[in-house]
């Protein structure tokens, strides 16, 4: 159709740049059992209208303010020709690419979040021991310094009810 063949199927991305896109798409597409046999994936400035629609790839020295970075990527992987798996593999593909953006976008907030709790762990310690106490402050801060990847944050509280301790589930971001 376009003027070339491959022995291959041929996966193409095009999506703003974010962490863990190769690993991920490479993960849904190992998990099928689809040997990948070759990645590309430039990254490059560029510019599009309010609709999206692309209106310049400038170089990237002269990119300027207004060009955000995006991925390109184009996998090549075992031929699949049949359409019903076709279509699975890139539903599979757009859920995984929705949970990397997800990912992305909270990842301040559960930052900044982590960072917020080791203030309050220096301000207000709870009742415990204080060596405990540091040590899990010091773990919070080397993980708010992008020393892992943050995915999602649950809140507890721990309750007295009907004379008993329980751990009641508060808050949930993700």
Do not use: K
């Not at 070759?38 to 303010?65: K, N, W």
């Not at 060009?67 to 992987?77: Q, T």
């Not at 593909?93 to 301040?108: H, I, N, T």
């Not at 310690?125 to 892992?148: G, K, N, Q, T, Y």
């Amino acid at each position: 159709t376009h003027g070339w063949h491959s022995p291959h199927t041929i996966v193409q991305i095009v999506t703003d740049d974010m962490p863990f896109l190769v690993d991920s798409m490479s993960m849904v597409l190992n998990r099928r059992g689809s040997y990948i046999h070759l990645t590309v994936h430039p990254i490059l400035p560029v510019r599009r209208d309010a609709q999206g629609r692309l209106l310049e790839l400038p170089p990237a020295e002269h990119a300027g303010p207004d060009a955000r970075l995006e991925s390109f990527m184009h996998l090549e992987v075992d031929r699949e020709t049949t359409p019903a798996v076709l279509e699975e593999i890139t539903a599979e593909l757009e859920r995984v690419l929705a949970d990397v953006r997800a990912a992305c976008m909270d990842w301040p907030e559960m930052r900044g979040r982590a960072r917020e709790i080791c203030a309050e762990l220096e301000s207000n310690p709870p009742p415990l021991d204080a060596e405990i106490v540091a040590e899990s402050r010091e773990l919070l801060e080397w993980m708010a310094e992008d020393h892992f990847t943050f995915l999602g944050y649950r809140r507890y509280d721990l309750r007295r009810r009907r004379g008993d301790m329980q751990i009641v589930r508060e808050l949930e971001v993700r």
